[in-house]
C-alpha cells in the first residue's frame, strides 16, 4: 500500500516522538514508523534525567502534567570522592534552573499519547524499513507489517532511528563524517525495590570504579556501578552488587546504601559518537540515529530533543517562507550544542572513572579537577550550566 505524508519519520523514541509533535504545532503533517511494539518501546528502562529545557519543552508542548505531577525535581547533585561528599547547587550557581527526575518510558507514555491524541499515525512493529530516493525532491520509505509491503511517500525523512536503525546507514559511507570513542568500561544498571539513600543524585568516583545513585521513586531506586564492558549480569549475585557498591561508596561516618530486592539489572557500554553528516538530500539524522554519549554526563535524550527543536523548525521555515536556508543551516546549528553536550559528557565520565592501566599523573590530574571543581565557584557554576543543559536557541518560538 503506498500513502503519502509531508514527513516520514523512523523512529516513535524521544526524537521521533517530540518531531512528530513539533511539527503538528506548525500544521506540518507526519507519520512515524516503529520496529518494536508500543508495549515494548513503553516499558524500555533508559534514561532518568531530563535538563530544564527539556521538561520546559514538555510543557510547551501540552505533555508536561504528568512529568510535573509524578516526576522530582532536584536543586542540587552530589560529588563523591576522597570519602567526602560535596553539592554542587544548581538554582544558585544557573541563576534558578534545576533538572527533573522522571523516567524516559514514562515520558514515552506520554509522547504517545499526545501524538495519536494529535492524529499522528505510529505504525508499530514494522519490519525491513529501507529508505529510498533520499537525494530526489520523492524520498520514500519502504517497510512491512504484517507481511504486507507498504511504500511511505514524503518530503523529507526524519532519521529518529537511534544508533542501529537504518537511516545514518543510507548516508553513504565515503559522504559520512565519523568520531568514535569507546570506553574501556561499561555500567552495570540495576533497579531495585529500597527507600533513597540519599534525596539527591550522586555521582562517585572511588579507586574501585564510579558509582551512580540515581532514583525512581521514594520505594524503587536505580543506580550504576562501572564495570568490565564485557562482563555479564549473570556473574553479579544480589549480594556480590550490594557489597561493590558499599565498598565504592563507604566514606568512614557510618553513612550506608540502602539495599533492597534488585529487579532489573543490565550493562550498558560507554562510547561518544557523532556522525557530523546529519543531512543528506532529503535525510535529516536526529538524537541517537547520530550522535551517542556516554551517560554520565545525562545528556543523550537531551540533546535529542535540542536536535528535533532545530530540525522541526528548519522544516517549518522551508514550507512557510518557501526557503531551504534552514535545511542548509540544520547540521551546523544542531553540531554547536552536539559537540558542547558530546564534551561534557566525556568531561564528567574522565574525572569520575578510574580506568584500568593508568599512570599515576592521570589519577592526580583527576583528583585535581575534582577538588577544583569543589572548591571554585567558577568550575563549579560550568559543570551546573552544563548539567541543568543550555538553552535551546528560540525556545519560546516553539
Ligand atoms: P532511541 O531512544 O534509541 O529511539 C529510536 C527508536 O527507533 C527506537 O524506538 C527503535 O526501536 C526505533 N528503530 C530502530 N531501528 C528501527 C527501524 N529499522 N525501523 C523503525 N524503527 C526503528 N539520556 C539523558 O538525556 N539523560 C539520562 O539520564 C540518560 N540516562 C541513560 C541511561 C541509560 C541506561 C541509557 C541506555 C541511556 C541513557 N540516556 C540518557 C540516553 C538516552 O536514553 C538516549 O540518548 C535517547 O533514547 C535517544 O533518543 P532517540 O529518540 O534518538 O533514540
Ligand atoms: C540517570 C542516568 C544517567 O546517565 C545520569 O547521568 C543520571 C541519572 C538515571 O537513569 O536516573
Known amino acids: 500500500m503506498k500513502t503519502t505524508t509531508q514527513v516520514g519519520i523512523i523512529g516513535a523514541g524521544p526524537a521521533g516522538l517530540l518531531l512528530a509533535l513539533l511539527l503538528q504545532r506548525k500544521g506540518i503533517a507526519s507519520a512515524v514508523l516503529e520496529q518494536r511494539s508500543r508495549e515494548d518501546i513503553e516499558a524500555t528502562i533508559k534514561a532518568g534525567v531530563l535538563e530544564h ?43 534558578g534552573k534545576t533538572i527533573t527526575v522522571y523516567p524516559q518510558h514514562e515520558v514515552i507514555k506520554d509522547l504517545v499519547a499526545a501524538v495519536l491524541a494529535a492524529g499522528i499515525s505510529i505504525e508499530f512493529g514494522v519490519t525491513a524499513v529501507s529508505l529510498h530516493d533520499v537525494t530526489s525532491a520523492t524520498p520514500s520509505i519502504r517497510y512491512e507489517k504484517d507481511g504486507a509491503a507498504h511504500e511511505l511517500r514524503c518530503d523529507f525523512i526524519g532519521g529518529c532511528d537511534g544508533f542501529h536503525g537504518p537511516s545514518r546507514q543510507a548516508i553513504p559511507q565515503a559522504l559520512r563524517q565519523e568520531h568514535l570513542k569507546a570506553y574501556p568500561c561499561g555500567w552495570f544498571g540495576i533497579l531495585c525495590e529500597a527507600p533513597p539513600s540519599s534525596d539527591e543524585l550522586i555521582y562517585a568516583q572511588s579507586e574501585r570504579g564510579f558509582v551512580l545513585l540515581s532514583t525512581r521513586s521514594q520505594t524503587v531506586q536505580r543506580m550504576y556501578f562501572q564495570c568490565d564492558p564485557n562482563d555479564h549480569v549473570d556473574n553479579w549475585s544480589d549480594d556480590r552488587i550490594w557489597a561493590e557498591f558499599q565498598a565504592r561508596l563507604a566514606n568512614g561516618d557510618g553513612w ?66 518557501d526557503s531551504e536556508a534552514g535545511l542548509d543551516a540544520y547540521a551546523t546549528q544542531a553540531l554547536k550544542r552536539i559537540w558542547r553536550g558530546e564534551h561534557f559528557s566525556w568531561w564528567m565520565t574522565q574525572m569520575l572513572h578510574d580506568f584500568e592501566g593508568e599512570d599515576s599523573i592521570t589519577r592526580r590530574f583527576r583528583r585535581a579537577q575534582l577538588d577544583y571543581v569543589v572548591s571554585s565557584r567558577a568550575a563549579a557554576m560550568s559543570l551546573a550550566e552544563n548539567y541543568v543543559g543550555l538553552p535551546f536557541e528560540g525556545i519560546e518560538s516553539v
Not at 64 to 93: K, Q, S, T, W, Y
Not at 271 to 291: K, N, P, Q, V, Y
Request: proline share 4%; glycine share 12%; aromatic share 6%.
Open 53 to 95: 529545557p527539556t521538561a520546559e519543552l514538555l510543557r510547551q508542548l501540552g505533555v508536561g502534567a504528568r512529568m510535573d505531577r509524578e516526576g522530582f525535581v532536584h536543586e542540587g547533585i552530589e560529588l563523591a570522592f576522597g570519602g567526602r561528599r560535596h553539592r554542587i547547587d544548581l538554582p544558585e550557581l544557573t541563576g
Open 256 to 321: 550506608q546504601v540502602k539495599e533492597g530486592r534488585i529487579f532489573q539489572k543490565g550493562i550498558i557500554a560507554m562510547r561518544s559518537f557523532i556522525c557530523e553528516t546529519l543531512r543528506h538530500g532529503r535525510l535529516f539524522l536526529a538524537g541517537d540515529s547520530a550522535h551517542i554519549v556516554p551517560p554520565t554526563g545525562a545528556k543523550g535524550l537531551n540533546l535529542a530533543a535540542g536536535d528535533v527543536v532545530l530540525l522541526s523548525r528548519a522544516i517549518t521555515t522551508y514550507y512557510r517562507q
